[in-house]
């Protein structure tokens, strides 16, 4: 979690909403990265879970990431939760529940839907602290910015 969250404050270079994730391989080794790229690279399916993943299926050589951990700082949404699904990963990890769009227990549990063919096991609220309150420095920030009409 901490390499995730070392990912989510890089997205704060580009202004983008500061969500992390990472992918560990079977032996324990780091073999995805990603961070939300949204704004930077003005892509609506830019999440750091698809970023991540995408990176882990190019390190392996193989979309299906079995044996593998998607660890993210904050709760999949829709999209996330089934790409997660579909990249036939083992376990998802993540530290803060978002109760607007989160998929995996929050609003939606997409991942334990038994009519998939593969429900990946799930860990939450690892450093949920640390990730929370990364995402609210930055929306802090971005209401401090707003000017007023």
């Not at 050589?61 to 709760?75: A, D, H, P, S």
């Amino acid at each position: 979690m901490l390499a995730a969250l070392a990912e989510a404050r890089a997205a704060l270079a580009t202004d983008d909403v500061p969500i992390g994730a990472v992918v560990v391989g079977a032996d324990g080794s780091l073999v995805g990265r990603g961070r939300n790229l949204r704004e930077a690279e003005g892509d609506p399916t830019g999440h750091a879970e698809v970023v991540a993943l995408r990176s882990a299926a190019a390190a392996l050589g193989q979309w299906r990431l079995t044996g593998c951990t998607l660890v993210v700082t904050l709760e999949p949404c829709t999209m996330c939760a089934g790409a997660a699904v579909l990249s036939r990963v083992d376990r998802i990890v993540f530290g803060a529940y978002d109760e607007k769009a989160g998929a995996v227990g929050s609003l939606w549990d997409v991942v334990r839907d038994r009519r998939l063919n593969h429900r990946p096991e799930v860990l939450s609220g690892v450093l949920a602290e640390e990730s929370a309150a990364l995402l609210e420095a930055f929306f802090s920030h971005q209401r401090g910015r707003e000017s007023p009409d």
